[in-house]
Nanobody, 123 residues
Framework: VQLQASGGGLVQTGGSLRLSCVAS????????MGWFRQAPGKEREFVSA????????VYADSVKGRFTISRDNAKHTVYLQMNSLEPEDTAIYYC?????????????????WGQGTLVTVSS
C-alpha cells in the first residue's frame, strides 16, 4: 500500500485547507485511517482517525470542532478538512493506514504511512 498526501500549503490565520490522502493497493476500504502531524522541533502527534466505514471518528482535543475527517472508499481517499487554522497548526501532516478496521490515537496500530504534506499557517 502506498499513501500519497496532498493539499498542504500556506494559509493565513483563520483560513482553511483540505488535505487528501490517496491509497493505492488492495488495502483501504477495510482499514481505519488516521492523520498525524509533526511540527518543527516537536514529536509527532495524533490529529484524527476514522473507521473503515467512516461511521466512527476521533479527534485530538486541539483540533476538535475545527477539523473534520472523512473518507470516500470508492476513491480510496481520506480527507482532512481544516478550518479556523492557527499558527500552532503549522506542521507536516501525515496520513496513515491502520492494520485493523478502526483508527486510533496510538501510532503503533498504523502499518503504512504517507510522505507528508506541509501546512504553514501565518499569523
Amino acid at each position: 500500500v502506498q499513501l500519497q498526501a496532498s493539499g498542504g500549503g500556506l494559509v493565513q490565520t483563520g483560513g482553511s485547507l483540505r488535505l487528501s490522502c490517496v491509497a493505492s493497493g488492495r488495502m483501504f476500504s477495510n482499514n481505519g485511517m488516521g492523520w498525524f502531524r509533526q511540527a518543527p522541533g516537536k514529536e509527532r502527534e495524533f490529529v484524527s482517525a476514522i473507521s473503515w466505514r467512516g461511521d466512527s471518528t476521533v479527534y485530538a482535543d486541539s483540533v476538535k470542532g475545527r477539523f473534520t475527517i472523512s473518507r470516500d472508499n470508492a476513491k480510496h481517499t481520506v480527507y482532512l478538512q481544516m478550518n479556523s487554522l492557527e499558527p500552532e497548526d503549522t506542521a507536516i501532516y501525515y496520513c496513515a493506514a491502520a492494520r485493523g478496521s478502526y483508527g486510533s490515537r496510538d501510532a503503533s496500530v498504523y502499518h503504512y504511512w504517507g510522505q507528508g504534506t506541509l501546512v504553514t499557517v501565518s499569523s
